[in-house]
């Protein structure tokens, strides 16, 4: 089965920009998607197709995806922002989605 | 908006079984395939099983085949998860999604907790 590695934490600063990554095996050659957990609450699609945002999800959310890596982009960090963020492949050989071990983002 | 509320969940015996279910509003069940995904707090996300539109067709994690069975009832909007001979690592949240044009899901329930132990 498809492995998807993410950092278990990434740290920020109010305003700045955060990178989230997932690593996998030509993930550029697939396409990623993104979750975002608060706690106690269900995940969000956040970013789908790599890119692209659900409708009422803010600009600030992007996302790229090449090589190896996939990378979540959220600029202008908010407190609000704080969250576990997971990432999701599909594996077409067993027609499951595959999901990240997850990234905890603390707004410092 | 689109709403998924699961129920079902609690206590269960090891050995024992449980049934969750999950109903969906503002929108036509039937026209989507469904998944279960769980997670064990404190921990990430792991995919449980996926049916499609009609339930003919019907996928599950090696750690759950042969004792979990995903049906729907779209007439009544509700999908279900049938948990059978229950083991303590099924201790977790399980969420219902519905899955998204480009093999995403777009849609998740609040989850209920399932918790196996003597």
């Known amino acids: 089965s498809y492995v998807l590695t993410q950092p278990p934490s990434v740290s920020v600063a109010p305003g700045e920009t955060a990178r989230i990554t997932c690593g996998g095996n030509?993930?550029?050659?697939?396409?990623v998607h993104w979750y975002q957990q608060k706690p106690g609450q269900a995940p969000v699609l956040v970013v789908y197709?790599?890119?692209d945002r659900p409708s009422g999800i803010p600009e600030r959310f992007s996302g790229s995806n090449s090589g190896n890596t996939a990378t979540l982009i959220i600029r202008r960090v908010e407190a609000g922002d704080e969250a576990d963020y997971y990432c999701?492949?599909?594996?077409?050989?067993?027609?499951?989605?595959?999901f990240g071990g997850g990234a905890r983002l603390t707004v410092l | 908006e689109v709403q998924l509320v699961e129920s079902g969940g609690g206590l269960g015996q090891p050995g024992g079984s449980l049934r969750l279910s999950c109903v969906a509003s503002?929108?036509?069940?039937?026209?989507?395939?469904m998944h279960w995904v769980r997670q064990v707090p404190g921990k990430g996300l792991v995919w449980v099983s996926r049916?499609?539109?009609?339930?003919?067709?019907?996928f599950y994690a090696d750690s759950v085949r042969g004792r979990f069975t995903i049906s729907r009832d779209n007439a009544k909007n509700t999908l279900y998860l049938q948990m059978n001979s229950l083991r303590p690592e099924d201790t977790a949240v399980y969420f219902c999604?519905?899955?998204?044009?480009?093999?995403?899901?777009?849609?998740w329930g609040l989850g209920t907790l399932v918790t196996v132990s003597t």
């Open positions: 999604g519905r899955e998204g044009s480009g093999y995403y899901i777009d849609a």
């Open positions: 030509n993930i550029g050659r697939t396409s």
């Open positions: 503002r929108f036509t069940l039937g026209d989507y395939w």
């Open positions: 999701q492949v599909w594996d077409s050989g067993s027609d499951h989605p595959v």
């Open positions: 197709y790599d890119s």
């Open positions: 049916i499609n539109t009609d339930g003919s067709s019907k």
